[in-house]
């Protein structure tokens, strides 16, 4: 079957039998890292990199299999079975490719996702789901031995959940069966035993949320990361091309897959995924899901609020010599002079003030009582970015700035193919709107 979406064919077929239970479909959903955006630290997100810097121009198109030929497993398609572990096998799968990237090939195999589904009690409940960010600070603080697939013996502990292949007759073989209970916690090597388990834990130096705009960046220089993202009903019978959710598709839950890499099909992006519903699913197991609107939750990008103003708030101000609120801007502004120089031109970068606790500005006011604060602070996601800004009013988003970014008089702006990055850059989002059919957020700068 064919669904035609912007100009561009997506196959839609048969995965699961048409008799499949709904049930089953849901056992397989297990991810709670579609997170409500208020209940994220805005510290665990990783925005800045050493690393980072090397890779200005991002490539249009990048195939992590392609990009680390010698690391096997970042291809590599696991079957999670009846078990809703996919927050488990995204996440082991995602540390194994990062140690083979990081050691030249020299680590090249699974991790096992057995242990991190059943031993963090922390993570979650196992075959009932769990976060993908408690599995990568589980790898920081207690680490990750060596794992295999189903009965294939690799490895310190391989998964033993039953795999859900097809039979002769198109019918999946969990179909009507019970989620699989939750293993007990084995603290040693049935795999390979010659292997010593509390020698074989392998462990991560970080563990970290990624904006939007830093998720190419990182893949690029560490390799493939975990992505979680809403599940509809018009997804499991994805069969190639770019999944967009259908208009009227019905929620299912939280899944968690592989991200290792984007491409761009008929002008349109997407992210390059592998799934853990065996290679009997989709294009061989791996699947194309539209990138940068943030579809079914699986982009992230711009704040509503800040940490700081929740608990220790914030008090009135004015501009530059303004006199105006307690504590206005005592940076000098930069305009142009008669000959349209701009009087900063040359200047070093202002110094550090010292932060001062008493209102210098209008002296009547009580430095104390003057403060205001926010109720919360969170992160928005691409989808829930004009809701906010209707309900509550303006909001921060962050950019990356270019060499071209400057010179911008106006219309839409959309950054050239050849300049060159310089840095990020905090505006105020006040609006959005369309112009000659292109969408476009409004922005006042300062």
């Given amino acids: 079957m064919k669904r035609l979406q912007h100009g561009r064919h997506i196959m839609a077929g048969i995965n699961f039998d048409p008799s499949t239970p709904k049930e089953h479909i849901l056992s397989l959903l297990g991810s709670k890292g579609v997170q409500i955006p208020n209940k994220i630290n805005y510290k665990m997100y990783k925005t800045q990199d050493d690393g980072y810097s090397s890779y200005v121009e991002i490539p249009i198109k990048f195939d992590a299999r392609k990009q680390w030929i010698r690391c096997k497993t970042i291809g590599e398609v696991r079957d999670q079975g009846n078990c809703r572990s996919c927050w488990a096998l995204a996440t082991s799968s995602a540390f194994a490719d990062r140690l083979c990237i990081a050691t030249n090939g020299d680590f090249n195999q699974l991790l096992s996702a057995e242990e ?70 084995t603290r040693m090597c049935y795999g390979d035993q010659d292997l010593n388990f509390d020698q074989d834990h392998r462990y991560t130096r970080d563990y970290y949320y990624l904006t939007y705009a830093s998720i190419q960046k990182d893949v690029i220089n560490y390799g493939p990361i975990e992505a979680s993202f809403d599940v509809y009903d018009d997804f499991p019978s994805y069969k190639s091309g770019i999944y967009e959710r259908t208009e009227n598709a019905t929620y299912l839950g939280g899944h968690a897959v592989k991200l290792i890499g984007w491409g761009e099909e008929y002008g349109v992006s997407y992210w390059l995924m592998v799934n853990s519903w065996n290679v009997d699913w989709g294009d061989k197991g791996v699947f194309k899901i539209r990138r940068g609107t943030n579809e079914c939750g699986v982009d992230n990008s711009t704040t509503g609020a800040w940490e700081r103003f929740k608990n220790h708030g914030l008090v009135t101000g004015g501009d530059y010599k303004s006199g105006e609120g307690c504590e206005p801007y005592r940076v000098p502004s930069c305009p142009y002079d008669e000959q349209e120089n701009n009087t900063c031109a040359g200047k070093p970068t202002e110094k550090n003030h010292r932060c001062t606790k008493i209102c210098y500005g209008d002296q009547e006011l009580d430095f104390d009582e003057d403060h205001r604060y926010t109720r919360d602070y969170y992160y928005l996601t691409y989808g829930s970015i004009q809701k906010d800004v209707m309900t509550y009013g303006p909001i921060e988003a962050s950019f990356d700035v270019y060499t071209d970014f400057p010179s911008y008089k106006s219309g839409i702006y959309e950054r050239t193919e050849n300049a060159t990055y310089l840095g990020g850059h905090a505006v105020k989002l006040i609006g959005w709107g369309e112009q000659y059919g292109i969408p476009y957020w409004l922005m006042v700068n300062s």
């Fill in 116 to 185: 991190i589904t059943f031993c963090c009690h922390s993570c979650g409940n196992g075959c009932n789901g769990g976060y993908p960010i408690k599995a990568w600070k589980h790898f920081k603080r207690h680490g990750l031995v060596t794992g295999g697939n189903y009965k294939s013996g690799e490895g310190c502990e391989p998964y033993r959940v039953p795999p859900c292949p097809y039979d002769e007759q198109g019918n999946n073989t969990c179909k009507g069966k019970p989620t699989e209970k939750n293993h007990r916690c």
